[in-house]
T-cell receptor
Framework: DAGVTQSPTHLIKTRGQQVTLRCSPK?????VSWYQQALGQGPQFIFQ???????QRGNFPDRFSGHQFPNYSSELNVNALLLGDSALYLC????????????FGQGTRLTVV | GQNIDQPTEMTATEGAIVQINCTYQ??????LFWYQQHAGEAPTFLSY????GLEEKGRFSSFLSRSKGYSYLLLKELQMKDSASYLC????????????FGPGTRLSVLP
């Protein structure tokens, strides 16, 4: 079982550009959430996808959008990048049924210059 | 609002016991989770509590008091590899796994 996989692992973008991050959930998982983790802080919830729809959203602007595909994989898109978007972006997956823990991917380290 | 507090840093000696406290105030509650995160790596699940009381899992134990909005993670027989950040997270809501995370406690284990 490959667990949760994210790509790319590192990325450098220029202010104003757009970026797409990708996540494949753990086998058997159908729910994907995205988190932003600034250096030295805890992860902050961006949004969650289930059945290809955004089900819940945290306090992030519309520049942050996402998508979930029929195979449960997901993308996070960020438009008009700001320097403050530099962070570790974590994807977490779980099963909808039952109170289960979330499994996290290794994350994508995004640097905006 | 959503608020989770935990100490920023702690230091302990190899072989000792350390307790990391967490207090929370969240609009919803569907379980309290503890994750370990080594620098530059993904958070890994340690334990969770839904009901009040103590859950033991090897060298790690976690306690919950819902009435007090309080939890702690107890690490016994500390090893150097336990040096990491420990994240307290409340599962907020009736479905899915949207966690509200605390800032994390960076634990340094000294020889």
């Amino acid at each position: 079982d490959a667990g949760v996989t994210q790509s790319p692992t590192h990325l450098i973008k220029t202010r104003g550009q757009q970026v797409t991050l990708r996540c494949s959930p753990k086998s058997g998982h159908d729910t994907v959430s995205w988190y932003q983790q600034a250096l030295g802080q805890g992860p902050q919830f961006i949004f969650q996808y289930y059945e290809e729809e955004e089900r819940q959203r945290g306090n992030f602007p519309d520049r942050f959008s996402g998508h979930q595909f029929p195979n449960y994989s997901s993308e996070l898109n960020v438009n008009a990048l700001l320097l403050g978007d530099s962070a570790l972006y974590l994807c977490a997956s779980s099963r909808e049924q039952g109170l289960t823990e979330a499994f996290f991917g290794q994350g994508t380290r995004l640097t905006v210059v | 609002g959503q608020n989770i507090d935990q100490p920023t840093e702690m230091t302990a000696t190899e072989g000792a016991i350390v307790q990391i406290n967490c207090t929370y105030q969240t609009s919803g509650f569907n379980g309290l989770f503890w994750y370990q995160q080594h620098a530059g790596e993904a958070p890994t699940f340690l334990s969770y509590n839904v009901l009040d009381g103590l859950e033991e899992k090897g060298r790690f134990s976690s306690f919950l008091s819902r009435s007090k909005g309080y939890s702690y993670l107890l690490l016994k027989e500390l090893q150097m590899k336990d040096s990491a950040s420990y994240l307290c997270a409340v599962r907020d809501g009736d479905y899915g796994q949207n966690f509200v995370f605390g800032p994390g406690t960076r634990l340094s284990v000294l020889p």
